[in-house]
């Protein structure tokens, strides 16, 4: 069978990371080709280039033989590529049909376009009504509309990105029946995800990348869950001994904690335990959007919880904010640098204030103490090797990596009794990581407890002395770490939902 | 297609300008818009913005008029740093000058250097109990704090003229909706003898400056900025959007109220159905004219002021129609926001992908 879609080499270089590397693969006609990788394995990229989001490079696509260099998703469109994307973009006050024709360069006249999307949808047994506002859809409703816009453009190719991270168990069925069928008229499909068992129950083929290379190809019905695993996070692995650690007492716990989910897409804090201890490194591992971000915002008190679900430092503070916890020795640093954990357009000075101004004194009665302001905004320039021109620049003007050590070295400098940090090296340089990596160790042999939450296995390997998993909002038993192999860590994280086996530390 | 594109470089210079660009601006277009009318514009020009400052009587006059502008500009400008857009600084005004001047009729009998001041603190809380209104709705149920402010002021021009026509109406007034006229210690000083500059321009430079340090200087000013450029960044840092949306909300309302009073006690004498003459509304072009900074905001007001005072005189010496006379006012704002736009970005055209 000759290949219907057929990428060569495609290379995509972003400031500091290789997001795609040499990627090589074929799709056939009718196939249903998953592509399957951790978050930030390279996945996104890939199929916003098919999409003609991102222009790629280096490398060759190739559309039934023939070139296919799409310079945006018109073009692809044309070409008979389609996208659901993970994030739907509906208008609820409109209807479906309304939404639709929104989409469309030259809609058809609304009762046309309302029986053709009643033809299209009952023949993939979509159940799609015209006429309701989208705003009364459930998630899976919506994400239909979307799979009928494509359909109404005849694709050949159709890619649907982490698809069922916002279904029900039961619309995941009802999606692979319209999937299957699609199939079975000749369309392909590129399935993302990193939910092992989805693919290998739906996909004919698997494409495997991990940092932005491809590392295997398979039928993943021939693989098992824990084969899959191994191949998605990777053998090179190597095994860590365990740490010699002792931690001292408990110095923040978490006690039942559940948190109803804020917004659709948001997820639900269930019942988490947890218990960190003074000099202790605390790893939660998981996949992005498992309750990492919820988690962090109790953590650092932006959103407030029952006063007894949280002691800190022998004392309820669940209800507390910000600024009382950081007075309390409780600091944070949240995932996302520009905007939340430093203020784009503010100089660094000012950002060195924004969570220094308790522990540090920054300011006197309410006014400012500028002086002190720089020079502590110096102080984590100078010990954490800041590349910036000097304290008065722009939080925007510092990469990534560099902003990165600055937001982490402002609580770390600030001595903590507790350091919360979620994502800490995320799109930071090798050498940049390699600092924070070993300023969090030697704060906790400080006897700081440190809790880091990252999608990073090796980094969570690297320094973590013990490992739980967050997972659907729900936080396993700690493991020492070192004392899972790889593929069971693989599992709980892919979402397999049997519990951590033999809980210890 | 058309498409906007942040400029790269510095742009610091150009944002500076942009201010001074927009007046200059304004007086071209205004200048045909005058000739347009038949009128010569250069001379219009001329009547405009440069006859008020060579009368010693007209600075006095432009003096009188900057004030409120100045006072109420200042207090909007800190919530829409924030990002809280109080548009009813008119009707916080109005009750401001109400609930001062109902104090100082409620002592038409007695005199005391107390008086002024009480009558001070009456119209900020007035004005700061208006603004309440719009903060409460929104802290508590999402109200949008544009429509509520806004719509507050018609509730509060009905409420003065009710209020003037009733209860507050000058006994000995021949039933013209009024008030008495406020006794001497219940108008401020004059400054200036033969003028009406009175003392609330003092106490408005005196304000401008502490608003000034409050915002560069203080952790108020700070969480302002913060708040306005990364609300998420504001919430990390323990600001609490509901204590500064009251604050900005009330401070605007109080500063409002506090003009309101001034107004009442100072160039009017009485309360009036007429005394709200727009300038809830114009200080939010002061304010932008201003760049949302005080001292701006007090060479904004100035500027202003020089078109209101320039603009009356047009008016009866050229016969320009009122309505000229607010467009050229209304096209300061429009110059101001486009040429900052202009600043920012560079426009592009693009032809649409296909």
Redo the contacts between chains.
């Keep these: 069978m000759s290949a219907l879609l057929s990428i060569r080499g495609l290379t995509k270089a972003y400031p500091g990371v290789l997001a795609n590397s040499d990627i090589r693969f074929e799709v056939a006609a009718g196939e249903i080709h998953a592509i399957l990788g951790e978050n930030g394995a390279g996945k996104s990229t890939l199929v916003k280039t098919i999409y003609g989001l991102v222009t790629p490079d280096h490398g060759e696509m190739y559309l039934d033989g023939k070139a296919f260099e799409p310079r945006g998703p018109q073009q692809a469109r044309a070409a008979g590529v389609s996208m659901v994307f993970q994030h739907f973009s509906l208008f609820e006050a409109l209807t479906v049909a309304e939404n639709i024709a929104l989409g469309m360069a030259k809609p058809p006249k609304a009762a046309d376009l309302g029986r053709q999307i009643r033809d299209i949808a009952n023949a993939y047994g979509l159940s799609v009504d015209p006429d309701r506002l989208v705003g009364e859809l459930s998630a899976g409703e919506r994400q239909r509309v979307e799979i009928t816009r494509c359909l109404l453009q005849n694709p050949r190719i159709l890619i649907m990105d982490e698809p069922t991270s916002v279904l029900t168990p039961q619309e995941v069925q009802t999606l692979f029946a319209t999937l299957r069928r699609l199939s079975d008229q000749g369309v392909a499909i590129l399935y993302i995800s990193h939910k092992l068992d989805e693919i290998r129950s739906l996909c004919h083929h698997a494409t495997i990348l991990r940092s932005g290379r491809v590392v295997g190809a398979c039928r993943p019905a021939e693989k098992t869950t824990r084969q899959l695993a191994e191949m998605m996070i990777g053998l090179e692995l190597t095994r860590p001994l365990p740490r010699l650690f002792t931690p001292g007492e408990a110095v923040m716990t978490l006690r039942d904690l559940t948190v109803p989910a804020e917004t659709p897409f948001g997820t639900t804090l269930k019942r988490i335990n947890l218990s960190l201890r003074t000099g202790e490194v605390l790893g939660i591992a998981g996949v992005a959007g498992n309750g990492q971000d919820e988690l962090m915002r109790v953590l650092s008190g932006e959103t407030r919880v029952p006063r007894e679900c949280m002691i800190f430092d022998g004392r309820q503070m669940g209800h507390r904010g910000p600024t009382y916890r950081r007075i309390a020795g409780l600091l944070s640093a949240p995932e996302e640098r520009l905007g939340h954990a430093a203020a784009a357009d503010m100089s660094l000075a000012d950002n060195a204030f924004l969570t220094g101004r308790q522990r540090q004194r920054l300011a006197y009665r309410g006014f400012l103490r500028t002086t002190s302001t720089t020079n502590f905004a110096r102080a984590i320039i100078t010990r954490f090797d800041v590349r910036t021109p000097g304290t008065d620049t722009p939080a925007r003007a510092l990469s990534g990596g560099n902003l990165q050590k600055f937001v982490i070295g402002r609580e770390i400098l600030q001595r903590p009794k507790v350091l919360v940090v979620n994502q800490p090296t995320w799109g930071v340089d090798a050498h940049a990581a390699a600092t924070i990596r070993t300023a969090l160790r030697d704060l906790a042999a400080n006897g700081t407890g440190v809790l880091i939450i990252s999608q990073d296995l090796d980094e969570l390997m690297e320094i973590a002395d013990t490992f739980s998993v967050l997972e659907s909002g729900t936080l396993t038993a700690p493991q020492r770490t070192g004392s899972l192999t790889i593929d069971e860590i693989g599992l709980m994280m892919g979402g397999s939902t049997q519990e951590a086996p033999n809980a210890v530390a | 297609m058309l498409t906007l594109e942040p400029r790269t470089g510095n742009t610091h210079l150009l944002q500076t300008l942009t201010p001074v660009l927009a007046v200059a601006i304004t007086m071209l277009a205004g200048a045909a818009l005058f000739a347009s009318l038949g009128k010569d514009p250069v001379e219009a020009i001329r009547i405009i913005f440069l006859d008020p400052l060579l009368d010693p009587y007209s600075r006095s006059e432009l003096l009188v008029k900057a004030a409120p502008l100045a006072l109420i500009a200042i207090g909007l400008s800190f919530g829409f740093r924030a990002g809280i857009w109080n548009i009813g600084a008119e009707g916080q005004f109005i009750i401001g000058a109400l609930t001062g001047g109902a104090t100082a009729l409620a002592f038409y009998d007695i005199s005391g250097v107390w008086l002024l001041p009480l009558m001070a603190i009456a119209g900020a809380l007035g004005g700061f109990a208006w603004a309440m209104i719009p903060a409460i709705l929104k802290t508590r149920w999402g109200a949008n704090e544009i429509l509520v402010s806004l719509m507050l002021v018609y509730v509060a021009e009905l409420l003065l003229s009710a209020l003037v026509s009733g209860p507050l109406r000058d006994p000995d007034g021949f039933n013209f909706p009024e008030s008495r006229q406020f006794h001497d210690s219940a108008t401020l000083p004059i400054l200036l003898a033969g003028t009406r500059a009175h003392i609330g321009i003092l106490i408005t430079l005196g304000i401008s400056v502490a608003a000034y340090v409050a915002l560069h200087?203080?952790?108020?000013g700070?969480h302002i900025?913060?708040m306005g450029?990364?609300p998420?960044?504001?919430?990390?840092?323990?600001v609490?959007t509901t204590t500064m949306t009251a604050a900005c909300l009330g401070l605007s309302g109080a500063l409002a109220g506090l003009a309101g009073l001034f107004e009442a006690a100072g160039p009017v004498g009485q309360l009036v159905p007429s005394l709200p003459a727009g300038y809830g509304f114009t200080a939010i072009i002061v304010a932008f004219l201003g760049r949302l900074d005080p001292l701006g905001i007090v060479l904004a007001s100035l500027v202003v002021a020089l078109t209101y005072i320039g603009g009356e005189t047009a008016q009866f010496t050229l016969q320009i129609p009122a309505a000229a006379i607010s467009v050229f006012q209304g096209m300061l704002l429009f110059f101001l926001l486009a040429v900052d736009v202009l600043a920012r970005f560079r426009v592009k055209y693009m032809r649409r992908?296909?």
């Design positions: 200087r203080h952790v108020f700070y900025k913060l450029s990364a998420r960044a504001a919430s990390f840092a323990g609490s992908a296909q």
